[in-house]
């Protein structure tokens, strides 16, 4: 074996007998590597094999309203568990101090962008001292007066 077919073999960059190379189960008939070749699904499968993602039965939820207002960042939870169940979540921060209500809008944000969710600020451009906020999820479809409405706003 010389120098550099050692050295390919060591790094992982092909065997030193070609003849090898063909051989492996993973290579189709004319030696081109069988990357991308779907399987087919078993009868009863709920897998697809093309996204590799399970695929999801169509969901006839309503999106309910929940209201929330957290005393620390703590309570961060009690927003998170039903905005990722598909509610929409008002926010009502009036009670934290704004480090901590900072925190709550970051998080808020980290979760309406990793489940497609919306933001929205409620208390913006009404004559009130309350600041209010309120997550929605992806195909939930509340209009931004009918959640002031249910944050007793208007």
């Known amino acids: 074996m010389s120098f550099f077919g050692s050295a390919k073999e060591f790094f992982g960059l092909g065997s030193y007998n070609d003849d090898e190379y063909y051989d492996d189960p993973q290579y189709n008939e004319s030696g081109a590597p069988a990357y991308g070749q779907a399987r087919a699904a ?18 006839t939820y309503a999106p309910a309203i929940v209201t ?3 005393r620390s960042y703590n309570d961060a939870k009690d927003i998170g568990e039903p905005f990722r169940d598909g509610d929409a979540v008002l926010m009502d921060l009036t009670d934290l101090d704004k480090a901590d209500a900072k925190r709550v ?3 808020a944000a980290g979760l309406c962008f990793a489940l497609r ?8 451009g009404l004559d009130t001292n309350r600041r209010v906020f309120a997550i929605t999820p992806e195909h939930a479809r509340f209009s931004k007066t009918e959640l002031q409405r249910a944050a007793h706003l208007r």
């Not at 078993?42 to 969901?59: F, I, K, M, N």
């Not at 969710?117 to 913006?124: C, E, K, T, V």
């Open 68 to 70: 929330a207002m957290p």
């Open 42 to 59: 078993e009868p009863g499968s709920t897998r697809d094999y093309d996204s590799r993602a399970p695929r999801r039965e169509a969901s």
């Open 117 to 124: 969710g919306q933001m929205l600020n409620l208390s913006r």
């Open 105 to 107: 809008i970051d998080f």
